[in-house]
């Protein structure tokens, strides 16, 4: 690596951003094609039913409709779609097809798919085909579906996808002699990602030649081609998967839905390009919701604070089927509820149940979100109970330097035994005490200044990041002044297209502006992943490391053999290999392109260098969260006064990039837990069904937002040091604000047990404290001290 060219670590804005900014990117919606068509899904409008037949009779009369087509027109091609990741035993049972047969088991749950010469004649088209449905019980919460007599899927006669238990230590016998136990129960409510883009795609199939090609996002392309491969019966290499810009992801397009082999379906089925993309309405029925879990929480410690085990007994809706992300939700929240704390004891029990809802999966910080505000709610009541400051009694229980590397055991059923590898979390909770001044805010705590309530709330969190097995890349060198950069992790707005060309610019002496970096497509690289789990920069960055590695290992070797000399005289700097003795260039990048040029295969071939990063265990970022926050008693309206993240993320590429990671993540957690929710009735039909309904948070709700890094050494699990650090941000932002919450009506005694905390939401919770104070005066409070 050239240090006089450090382009890691620099503050450069996003190469992307310019095309952006120029209205010049390319979304799957500006795609278009000669003799293309448009396609639109009808959708189940009932939970749960059985599916009598379809007629699409009057909308084959549309004038411009071309084709209606239902699971008989494409029953080859339409196999269950598998669990990609987290596959929990159990799962494979509750496998959904890409359209439906002969039961429908959610609203929103694809039927037909109409094809026409436009958009609008389509939507008439879909407006026409008849349904027949008739209507069954409905499996509308997991209540029911846990005890109730009525199973979503008819041949199991159960709704529980999975039942499993974790554990580590002897938390019976802890629980047994614990000065102070508490148990509690907490529900983090469903709500999603919901991305400024909605979905779409457009196919092309080429009868000619046999080869079908996809133009839409996708975390993992690379997957996505070899499942729609299996499905259709073609060969991996006549699919091209190509990503194209994408407006937002955050683990909802991580999936491999039932659009994604119905619409190459569609194009191969009537010869011609197709393309569909989805209304707002469809997007939040259809695309993949989250979070939803109960959890019982059981906290035992001793009478200065410190912890000493927790039991825990969690379900969690799956919706109807089990996505391709499988049990990574239930998975990571049981694995992540004792956090970054020194809690040697811990048992959880989970049931991982179906209902009839759109199915669930991922959202950044599958599960972390929930465990953190489960455990650190609880921790908010231990710290009141035993009358101790809440931010003293973390630092009693952080897990310390020198405790690192710190076993966590085998808490994932698909998982091995895992170990937390670096870090310093007391020092980071210390800096976000500091940042948001918490010494002069304690006086604040709980008391009405100015007409409102005042609130302090603090997480702590840990996460993972960096999953394996590998990731790839392919380096070719165009001129010794353009180098094109090929990755397998796709992106949805991390910003790889500038980290990348950082990476690859200090290995090869160049500066970063020279690189253009390719992403997320097959057609670039015979192998890849993608981006989740916060393995882009881990593994995709570690990959670019070593692909430039290689090359200028290549060129060291081959400078060897040209000199006839000894190779230990010899160094790469800037684009040419050096003679430390002669101080002249042995041989240099223009050179061989001008080989290249003339014909040389040994030139074409050093300037064409495929490189690999394989890792089978993670790293783990950490963070802290606090937040002040001021509660008007008139309309029980919250206001975010300040939000302050601190969190290391081992290396830091690019401080802007990060700092831009962590602002947008808090935000998306703070709507998650002030304002998103999706909200069902008794019979399965989901009523928020637009943005009048389902709220998000804008750019004015929540300004004061601020992100800190502090640098307390690399990962030792990457050649780039690095951490993930798209998630952290999210991940205590809910139950800081819930800890915040329940500070400020501490004297109405609210206790805060489930998100979203809307003006509603707290006035319940208000007027719930009162009658709870009434009845506890009449009858008289138990004492929680054994």
């Known amino acids: 690596m050239n240090r006089d060219l450090p382009e890691v670590g620099r503050a450069l804005e996003r190469f992307e951003d310019a095309r952006f900014l120029r209205g010049e990117g390319c979304f799957v919606d500006d795609m278009q094609l000669p003799g293309m068509c448009h396609a639109v899904i009808v959708r189940s409008a009932v939970a749960h039913g059985r599916l009598v037949g379809i007629d699409a009779s009057a909308a084959l009369e549309v004038p411009g409709v071309l084709a209606v087509l239902t699971h008989a027109d494409i029953a080859a091609w339409c196999s269950e779609i598998p669990v990609r990741v987290g596959p929990v035993p159990g799962f494979e049972h509750f496998l959904q097809l890409p359209i439906a047969v002969d039961t429908v088991r959610y609203v929103g749950e694809p039927l037909a798919v109409v094809i026409a010469e436009d958009r609008y004649v389509a939507e008439d088209g879909a407006d026409l085909v008849y349904a027949d449905i008739e209507p069954l019980d409905v499996v509308a919460d997991m209540d029911r579906a846990l005890h109730g007599e009525v199973f979503v899927h008819a041949h199991r006669a159960s709704n529980v996808a999975a039942h ?61 081609r070899r499942l729609l ?261 796709s992106s949805s707005g991390q910003g790889h297209e500038t980290t990348f060309a950082q990476i690859l610019a200090d290995e090869l002496g160049v500066a970063a502006q020279q690189v253009r970096v390719h992403h997320g497509s097959t057609t670039g690289l015979a192998h890849g992943f993608g981006t989740y789990h916060g393995r882009g920069l881990v593994m995709g960055g570690s990959a670019v490391k070593r ?120 935000v998306q957690g703070l709507g998650g837990a002030l304002l998103e929710e999706f909200v069902y009735d008794e019979q399965g039909q989901m009523v928020c069904g637009s943005f009048a309904d389902y709220l998000l948070p804008t750019s004015t709700d929540f300004p004061r937002v601020e992100a800190y890094h502090m640098d307390l050494g690399p990962s030792l699990l990457n050649p780039l040091g690095a951490k993930g650090v798209g998630e952290g941000g999210i991940e205590g932002a809910g139950a800081a604000v819930a800890n915040a919450v329940a500070d400020a009506l501490q004297s109405f005694g609210v206790e805060v047990v489930a998100l979203p905390l809307s003006p509603n939401h707290i006035a319940r919770l208000v007027r719930e404290a009162r009658r709870r104070s009434l009845s506890d005066g009449l009858s008289g409070a138990s004492d929680p001290i054994a």
């Open 164 to 224: 499993y238990e974790v554990s580590r230590g002897d938390p019976d016998a802890v629980f047994a002699k614990a000065d102070y136990v508490r148990k509690e129960r907490f529900h983090c409510h469903r709500h999603s990602s919901v991305p400024l883009e909605t979905r779409g795609l457009l196919a092309r199939w080429d009868a000619a030649t046999g080869r079908l090609s996809v133009w839409g996002a996708a975390k993992v392309p690379f997957y996505n």
């Open 547 to 666: 692909v430039g590695e290689t090359f200028v290992s290549q060129l060291l070797k081959e400078a060897a053999r040209r000199q006839e000399g000894a190779a230990d005289d010899l160094r790469y700097e800037r684009g040419a290999v050096m003679n430390d003795r002669t101080q002249q260039p042995v041989l240099t990048i223009r050179q061989l392109c001008e080989e290249a040029a003339q014909g040389s295969e040994v030139a074409r071939g050093l300037l064409e260098v495929d490189g690999s990063f394989e890792q089978k265990v993670v790293t783990f970022e950490y963070g802290s969260q606090i937040v002040h926050v001021t509660i008007d008693p008139m309309t029980w309206a919250l206001e975010v006064e300040r939000l302050v993240t601190v969190g290391d993320c081992g290396t830091v590429i690019n401080p802007l990039i990060v700092h831009g990671q962590v602002l947008g993540a808090s």
């Open 229 to 489: 491969a299996q499905m259709m019966g073609l060969a991996e290499d006549r699919i091209d998967q190509i990503e194209i810009d994408v407006g937002g992801s955050f683990g909802s397009r991580g999936e491999f839905y039932p659009e994604d082999l119905l619409i190459p379906a569609a194009a191969r089925r009537v010869g011609r390009p197709v393309k569909w993309i989805e209304d707002r309405r469809e997007n939040l029925i259809a695309m993949n919701h989250s979070r939803d879990i109960d959890c019982e929480l059981e906290i035992a410690a001793t009478r200065e604070g410190r912890i000493l085990g927790l039991r825990a007994r969690m379900r969690t809706d799956i919706g109807a089927y089990a996505r391709t992300t499988g049990g990574i939700v239930s998975a990571k929240a049981a694995s992540f509820l004792p956090g970054p704390y020194d809690i040697a004891n811990y048992h959880c029990e989970v049931h991982a149940l179906v209902t009839n809802k759109t199915p669930s999966g991922t959202y950044r910080g599958p599960g972390r979100y929930e465990a953190n505000f489960f455990r650190e709610r609880l921790m908010d009541m231990m710290a009141q109970d035993l009358g101790l400051d809440p931010a003293a009694m973390r630092l009693r229980n952080l897990i310390r330097r020198d405790q690192m590397p710190y076993p966590m055991g085998k808490l994932v059923p698909y998982e091995g035994a895992t170990q937390y590898d670096t870090g310093d979390y007391p020092a980071v909770f210390r800096q976000a005490l500091e940042k948001i001044d918490y010494a002069a805010l304690a006086g604040l705590r709980g008391q009405q200044v100015n007409g409102k309530f005042h609130g302090i709330g603090m997480a702590c969190f840990v996460d993972s990041s960096g999953a394996g097995p590998a990731e790839y890349a392919r380096l070719v060198v165009r001129s010794a002044d353009e180098f094109d950069l090929y990755s397998g992790a």
